[in-house]
């Protein structure tokens, strides 16, 4: 199983982005999926996860604008950003946990002023 991100890019201080993620092929055991990402200089740090039955858990810096989002059987998750800000650029991946954690290829996010 494969994991393509998608949707990241240049973007004004302010505004919204929305990342998809989709699997390349079906993978029952799948539950948990959600995003990651890494600042220039930082550890990669956790942004939002979502279990299989919708509960979601999101880091502290992102609550109230980001969300997560996921559709089960075709494997897929989103996060739709809003009002970002210059400490959101970073490079977001996307993970899967089924039999093995799936990654993705990461995409860039960059937010400029």
């Known amino acids: 199983v494969q994991l393509q991100a998608s949707g990241g890019g240049l973007v004004q201080a302010g505004r919204s982005l929305r990342l998809s993620c989709a699997a390349s092929?079906?993978?029952?055991?799948?539950?948990?999926m959600g995003w990651y990402r890494q600042a220039p200089g930082k550890e990669r740090a956790l942004v939002a996860t979502i279990t299989r039955s919708g509960s979601t858990h999101y880091a502290d810096s992102v609550k109230g604008r980001f969300t997560i989002s996921r559709d089960s059987a075709k494997n897929t998750v989103a996060l739709q950003m809003n009002s970002l800000k210059l400490e959101d650029t970073a490079v977001y991946s996307c993970y899967a946990i089924g039999r093995v954690v799936y990654w993705g290829q990461g995409t860039l996010v960059t937010v400029s002023s």
């Open positions: 092929e079906s993978d029952f055991s799948i539950g948990d």
